[in-house]
């Protein structure tokens, strides 16, 4: 307690000195904030974002759908699994869903693109993208009936409109040609071209007709939970309830492995910002404790003259390094927090920098850069401050408790 206090005096007797260094240390903080916090916003954003776009946070699925996803896969009985994971800790909505290929005609032409045949009592806009992009008309009603909801791309290609028939072409569970004939009751508009021209919303009993689906059938339900980090240990609890040999719950990283990808790569990008930052706080404490040390040979001399040992004073440099990262900290609370609120609330949009959309990996994107700092975040960063102060302490710790007193009583 004594030596704290004593490096405590110390360190504002060179008071421009520590101010400097601890305002280095602030404004590191502060960038390890803006890029830890943009890293968490994003991430959440864009997985989050992703999974609304058909597959959630997790995916129960036949087992080989998510390689080769053929018609005749499917699980037979979707709506008990659906249930049983709708009570999981955790589980905030499942979703029965089909997916697919097929061919989408009108009488101007044709184009390739994928269905999503979904239940309208199940899904909301929180968890379906393409229901918050509606722009004309509304979704359909109920599970059957001929209704469908297309991207604005996809209408203007084939020059649709609502009440516009629309005939879609796949193949069924016996690998043979069929088509059913809808009528489009709505158009979204994400604002990506590759999505709004290439996914369709089909009624999921339509969708179960066209290739020979019992009542109960599905290729996927599609989970979400109330944090996509818990994906990992939520499979096992899924797989626990429902799973089989014939069944496979897959996490958003395995359904959706390019946007893992693009992921990964900017995690990796941050650390690497991360380490520069870390670089330069250490190099600011490690030059003003070194300055202190060398400055104070002669008091060191004196102080292990009358009975200091060398390793109380190897703690009190040690003492002092860390007080300068605490202050650090203080400062950098204080010109971060105005800084970090706006963002969180507000952010910047950059709508006007990007045409066509935005998309990462194939996801829809949210144009706009704001921060989120999760907890584990916070303690982080602060823990790195206080570990850098510690480290860069050291030596200039190591070297004033090896000073010889004698030696040290000769210096001027």
């Given amino acids: 307690m004594k030596l704290g206090r004593m490096a405590w005096r110390n360190l504002w007797r060179r008071r421009r000195r520590t101010w400097i260094t601890a305002f280095t240390i602030a404004f590191g903080l ?3 904030v803006t890029i830890i916090a943009i890293s968490d916003y994003s991430h959440t954003n864009m997985i989050t974002t992703s999974a609304t776009m058909g597959f959630g946070n997790l995916t129960l699925e036949p087992a080989g759908y998510n390689e080769t996803p053929m018609p005749d896969k499917r699980l037979r009985d979707a709506d008990a699994a659906r249930e049983r994971i709708q009570g999981l800790p955790g589980v905030t909505s499942a979703i029965v869903r089909i997916t697919g290929q097929a061919m989408f005609a009108s009488a101007a032409q044709s184009v390739g693109g994928t269905f999503i ?13 393409f ?16 209704g469908a909801v297309v991207g604005a791309k996809m209408a203007e290609h084939l020059n ?3 009440g516009k028939k629309l005939v879609f072409t796949s193949t069924d569970i016996h690998d043979e040609i069929v088509s059913e004939i809808v009528r ?14 290439y996914v369709v919303l089909l009624p999921i009993d339509t969708v179960r007709n066209a290739p020979h689906y019992g009542p109960h059938e599905a290729t996927i339900v599609s989970v979400f939970i109330d944090d996509y980090r818990k994906a990992g240990p939520m499979r096992e609890t899924i797989a626990s309830a429902v799973g089989n040999p014939d069944r496979a719950v897959l996490t958003w990283d395995e359904t959706q492995p390019d946007m893992a990808g693009l992921v990964n790569l900017d995690r990796r990008m941050h650390f690497l910002l991360q380490f520069l930052v870390a670089l330069l706080i250490a190099a600011g404490i490690l030059n003003t404790i070194l300055m202190g040390v060398m400055e104070r040979t002669r008091e060191f001399g004196i102080m292990m003259a009358v009975g200091l ?3 109380a004073l190897f703690r009190l440099v040690l003492a002092e390094s860390f007080w300068v990262g605490l202050v650090g900290i203080l400062a ?5 927090t105005p800084w970090f609120f706006y963002m969180s609330r507000t952010g910047i949009d950059i ?7 935005y998309s990462v990996g194939g996801a829809v994107v949210e144009p706009i850069i704001k921060f989120r700092l999760y907890k584990e975040s916070v303690v982080a960063i602060l823990l790195e401050i206080i570990s850098l102060s510690l480290i860069a302490g050291l030596y200039p710790a190591f070297k004033a408790g090896r000073i010889p007193p004698v030696e040290s009583l000769k210096k001027i």
């Fill in 30 to 32: 502060m960038f390890s």
């Fill in 117 to 129: 045949g979904i239940d309208p009592a199940q899904e909301s806009a929180e968890r379906n993208i």
């Fill in 131 to 146: 229901l918050r992009a509606l722009t004309e008309g509304s979704l359909f009603e109920g599970p059957g009936g001929s």
């Fill in 160 to 162: 649709l409109r609502i």
């Fill in 184 to 197: 489009v009751t709505g158009i979204f508009r994400t604002g990506v071209a590759e999505v709004d021209g």
């Fill in 309 to 311: 040992s060398p390793g």
């Fill in 332 to 336: 950098g609370i204080v010109i971060t």
């Fill in 351 to 357: 709508r006007g920098l990007i045409e066509g959309g």
